[in-house]
């Protein structure tokens, strides 16, 4: 154990496959102590999953999940409330072993500084401790990797947009953009759905359910008639439409 503080460790292990972690997160994964990461109530968390076969045996596991559901808009207040108590005590736990000099490795889908539950830790904490952020491949690009899809080319713009947007604001900014990443799809899907419709962009659309994981799925969006799609689901507009130079 250290005689100061502990190292908080943003590990970004990336999109599902394992092989997809970079090698300065494997090494620390592999001194890990203890390991902490963020779950969906009753679900073995897939952080941890795609980290297992770097943790040493020994490592203390630390599971925080979480009390509501990101489909819910970011800005209610029936989300604001329950996430921020939430991210406090996990704050606070974390801060328990840094402070007795243990470094602490916290777990992150994709990329720790992208859309990801590592930044309300990192916001919390590195004013009282040191920090260090490990990038890890995103779940977009994992998922356009997946659909043989080029997402971007020359002087496209990209937009990554939430698909807890509303409508009018999806459809709008789907109007504007060469190409875009569309995230926390779920039960927001009809509506992603029809957004693309009205701007447009609906025959251009990829599915990608579970991108470079077990049980992949890459569809045309307009072939999809469900209401609602898992977690693990993201779709997926390529640019690419303008002057090639081949």
């Known amino acids: 154990m250290k005689s100061?503080?502990?190292?908080?460790?943003?590990?970004?292990?990336?999109?599902?496959d394992p092989e997809l972690i970079?090698?300065?997160?494997v090494r620390v994964l592999k001194a890990a102590?203890?390991?902490?990461?963020?779950?969906?109530?009753?679900?073995k968390g897939h952080a941890l999953s795609i980290a297992r076969p770097f943790l040493p045996v020994s490592a203390v596991e630390i599971p925080f999940?979480?009390?509501?559901?990101?489909?819910?808009?970011?800005?209610?207040?029936?989300y604001v409330r329950p996430i921020s108590e939430f991210y406090a005590v996990a704050a606070n736990s974390i801060a328990h072993y840094l402070g007795?000099?243990?470094?602490?490795?916290?777990?992150?889908?994709?990329?720790?500084?992208?859309?990801?539950?590592?930044?309300?830790?990192?916001e919390r904490l590195k004013g009282n401790f040191p920090s260090v952020v490990?990038?890890?491949?995103?779940?977009?690009?994992?998922?356009?990797?997946?659909?043989?899809?080029?997402?971007?080319?020359g002087d496209d713009v990209l937009t990554v947009l939430p698909g807890t947007l509303a409508?009018?604001?999806?459809?709008?900014?789907?109007?504007?953009?060469?190409?875009?990443?569309?995230?926390?799809?779920?039960?927001?899907?009809?509506?992603i759905r029809e957004a693309l419709r009205l701007s447009g962009r609906l025959e251009e659309a990829i599915y990608v359910e579970r991108g470079t994981m077990e049980g992949e799925r890459v569809v045309p969006l307009w072939q999809v008639e469900a209401?609602?799609?898992?977690?693990f689901s993201i779709v997926l507009v390529p640019g690419c439409r303008g002057r090639r130079i081949l």
């Open 4 to 16: 100061g503080p502990g190292t908080l460790y943003g590990v970004g292990v990336g999109p599902g």
């Open 22 to 25: 970079t090698l300065k997160a």
């Open 33 to 43: 102590r203890v390991v902490c990461f963020f779950r969906k109530r009753g679900s």
């Open 65 to 78: 999940e979480y009390p509501v559901t990101t489909e819910v808009r970011f800005t209610d207040d029936d």
């Open 100 to 122: 007795e000099g243990q470094d602490v490795a916290l777990l992150c889908e994709g990329d720790p500084f992208f859309y990801g539950s590592f930044l309300h830790m990192y």
């Open 134 to 153: 490990i990038p890890g491949v995103t779940g977009m690009s994992g998922c356009w990797t997946s659909a043989g899809a080029p997402i971007a080319l």
């Open 167 to 191: 409508a009018d604001d999806l459809t709008a900014k789907l109007r504007s953009t060469d190409a875009a990443a569309i995230m926390k799809v779920g039960c927001n899907l009809p509506k």
């Open 227 to 231: 209401l609602a799609a898992p977690y």
